[in-house]
């Protein structure tokens, strides 16, 4: 298991997703859909390759904290957690920026198993009508599309470092929907778990 192996297990969750939103849209108006949504179709593709997939895992320690995804696969000893979120304000980056800390401190209850599991990979998934929000995300050091700090910072977060970003496009402007922005875009960021700080 790899980046690039997941990155295209993304990027296939995503058609899925448009698929399913060319025949359906799930949301009264002009709102987003549940960012659920995005997740429920990646779970699919995971558990299509021959992951175990789990909704809202609770972290090690605690039933307050929940993980929104979590695929295992024992064959390679791969794991993946995946946080998502809806990207509609600037405001939103610090939100993500928590997701990024969650899934860098998100650790398996079952401490033999954590243990066994080396190839530990984290997903972030937006979902966002901006298309300025879009092309920072998906650009190499691209301008910052406003002047909210939280974009430096989530840009300089030590974990993200080395990771893939990216967007799909799941929907186009349809003269039968009335909508704010031209496209609908899911946005992913892929980056390997750090390994924990021992004592």
């Known amino acids: 298991m790899n980046e690039r192996e997941l ?15 060319v025949e359906y849209w799930p949301s009264e108006g002009n709102n987003e859909f549940c960012e659920q949504n995005a997740v429920m179709h990646l779970a699919c593709i995971l ?3 021959g992951f175990c997939v789990y909704g809202e895992c609770h972290f090690k320690g605690g039933t307050d904290k929940r993980l929104d995804l979590l695929a295992l696969r024992s064959k390679d000893a791969a794991q993946i957690m995946v946080e998502a979120k809806r990207l509609y304000s600037a405001e939103k980056v610090a939100e993500i920026i928590d997701d ?3 899934l860098v401190n998100f650790r398996l209850i079952d ?11 984290c997903v972030l998934l937006a979902t966002t009508w901006n298309d300025g929000y879009a092309q920072w995300w998906s650009s190499a050091n691209g301008e910052e599309p406003t002047d909210n700090a939280n974009w430096a910072k989530l ?3 030590p974990a993200l470092q080395e990771a893939i970003w990216g967007s799909q496009v799941l929907q186009g402007y349809s003269p039968d929907k009335e909508c704010t922005e031209g496209f609908q875009y899911l946005l992913y960021c892929i980056f390997r778990q750090p390994s924990p700080v021992r004592d």
């Open 111 to 121: 401490k033999e198993l954590d243990g066994v599991l080396k190839d530990k990979f």
């Open 100 to 102: 990024v800390n969650r």
């Open 47 to 49: 558990n299509n390759s």
């Open 7 to 21: 990155q295209h297990m993304v990027v296939k969750a995503s058609g899925s997703l448009a698929n399913s939103l």
């Open 155 to 157: 840009n300089g977060h």
